[in-house]
């Protein structure tokens, strides 16, 4: 039985990857200092092949016995958590994931990172292909995080070209579904909400930015086959359906039936115009290519927020 160590594996991408890994028959080591992640992800998990252990991996990991895999998930990943905690997003993209690499060294198991369409910043090249190199501002204020990643692909490289490590490199487009919290600024698990409601939905700018959002499900099918697959260089994975940012909150006002206006709120400082993913790689070398619909998605998640309102209390915690 393969053993499998998710670092950020109670956080939304996290606990799906491992729950995903379970089902194939992986030992799962879910690691989490819950800064942004929760118990609340995992806790219905409840077979033998699962532990969790609380940890900072920005600190020496250790771990007992053979890993067959270390798939590097943890950091702040929206823009409103990297904001308030600019230092650990730093930390945990550098130190992190040097620790991760370590470890995965040590044990000569194959590693993951997960990085992010961020590190192609505002992009001057449309779609974002990988050999795009980007347009990061490194002393905005998403350079804690853009900065982050682009470091923690740099060192990857190194260990793989240097120490010979299985690394791959997946770039994470916008992405949603189930267990985002509805209190980390993003758009969708902001909307929801907002919606279910009756209230205003805050569109930020006059809306006109555009997105392209994959639903979880497809991502993490796309992540397993990037893991399994002997390819070391980044690999784009998200949904190229492209929409504007009103339209993605029209869109959650017709599939909720709610009677909520829009309202335009100040544009975040250095919030990229535009971001969709050019997947010709992950097609041809995963044979992959997302199949959940932006309905069927929306529908999914707006089920999941609807039942922890009437199960946890609020959609908003
Ligand atoms: N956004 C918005 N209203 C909100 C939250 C976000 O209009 O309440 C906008 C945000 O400015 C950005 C887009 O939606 O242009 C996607 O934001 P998100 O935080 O979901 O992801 P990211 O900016 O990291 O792609």
């Known amino acids: 039985m393969p053993r499998s160590l998710v670092t950020g594996g109670a956080g939304f991408l996290g606990s799906h990857i491992c729950e995903y890994l379970l089902k194939k ?7 989490d200092n819950l800064s942004t992640g929760s118990i609340a992800n995992i806790e219905h998990v409840h077979v033998e092949q699962f532990k969790f ?9 250790y771990v007992d016995g053979p890993i067959d895999y270390v798939l590097h998930f943890a950091s702040p990943a929206s823009p409103k958590d990297y904001l308030q905690m600019p230092i650990q997003t730093l930390k945990v993209g550098a130190l992190g994931t040097h620790k991760a690499l370590g470890l995965a060294k040590e ?28 347009n990061v501002n490194p ?7 853009d900065e982050a990643k682009r470091f923690a692909e740099a060192l990857t490289m190194a260990y793989h070209r ?19 919290r509805p209190k980390d600024g ?7 909400p907002q919606a279910l409601r009756d209230e205003p939905l805050t569109v930020f700018g006059d809306g006109s930015q555009t997105r392209s959002f994959c639903y979880v499900d497809d991502l993490i099918e796309g992540i397993y086959r990037l893991l399994v697959s002997d390819y070391h260089e980044p690999v784009n994975l998200g949904n190229p359906h492209e929409m504007t940012i009103k339209e993605m909150a029209e869109m959650v006002i017709k599939v909720t039936g709610s009677k909520s206006p829009i309202i335009y709120k100040p544009l975040p400082v250095d919030d990229p115009q535009i971001r969709q993913p050019d997947i010709s790689l992950a ?11 932006l ?8 089920a999941w927020f609807k039942q922890r309102g009437t199960t946890a209390g609020a959609y908003y915690e």
């Open 25 to 31: 028959g992986h030992e799962v080591i879910c690691m």
């Open 53 to 61: 252990i609380k940890h900072d991996v920005t600190e020496y990991i």
């Open 107 to 134: 044990k000569k198991a194959t590693f993951l990172l997960a990085s992010t369409s961020e590190v192609y910043g505002d992009p001057l090249e449309h779609p974002q292909r990988e050999d795009y190199w980007g």
């Open 139 to 145: 002393v905005g204020p998403r350079g804690v995080y």
């Open 162 to 180: 240097y120490h010979g490590v299985n690394t791959k490199i997946v770039r994470i487009f916008n992405t949603y579904g189930p267990r985002m």
């Open 186 to 192: 993003r758009a969708i698990p902001t909307f929801i």
């Open 283 to 293: 097609k041809q070398l995963l044979d992959w290519q997302p199949r959940v619909n």
């Open 295 to 302: 309905e069927e998605g929306l529908t999914g998640t707006i």
